[in-house]
């Protein structure tokens, strides 16, 4: 099949997503490991609803995104600006992956210093493999979109 990468993508996605139930269920110490930041960790500890939330709403962005990829696959119906909505996810991965290698090494902001370096690199690897497969995948299939 020529959009195994869209597949793999859309896999991708969906396994993201359900690591992120796993945070809301898993609690305060999930949020950390899992690099969330300190103050959401914090917030979770309290009771706060907010951690939950953001993370739900992670949750729901990247089963969208497993959607669209599996979409441009040919597995689902083509979903609405599919060739836009592809560019836009492959393009989020691909900044995500380059800048979260980045980030660490030239900013002491306090957004990018709650996560050690480990965490950056690690995610960011993460992000650019997602990324590369979205792309390889909407290459292929470019010219029919």
């Known amino acids: 099949m020529n959009f195994d990468f869209l597949i793999v993508a859309g896999l991708f996605n969906m396994l993201a997503a359900v690591l992120h139930i796993g945070v809301i269920v898993g609690g305060p110490s999930w949020y950390r490991f899992f690099g969330a930041g300190?103050?959401?960790s914090l917030m979770a500890e309290q009771g706060s609803i907010k951690p939950m939330l953001i993370t739900l709403s992670i949750t729901i962005m990247l089963i969208i995104w497993a959607v669209y990829a599996w979409s441009g696959a040919g597995l689902l119906p083509n979903m609405p600006f599919l060739k836009?909505?592809?560019?836009?996810?492959?393009?989020?991965?691909?900044?995500r992956g380059i800048g979260?290698?980045?980030?660490?090494?030239?900013?002491n902001h306090p957004e990018v210093k709650q996560n050690s370096t480990t965490f950056w690199i690690w995610s960011s690897i993460i992000c650019l493999i997602i990324g590369l497969c979205h792309l390889m995948g909407i290459v292929a299939i470019w010219s029919t979109l």
């Not at 909505?85 to 989020?92: A, E, K, P």
């Open 84 to 95: 836009l909505g592809l560019s836009i996810i492959t393009s989020i991965y691909l900044i």
């Open 100 to 107: 979260g290698l980045i980030a660490p090494f030239v900013t």
């Open 38 to 40: 300190e103050a959401i």
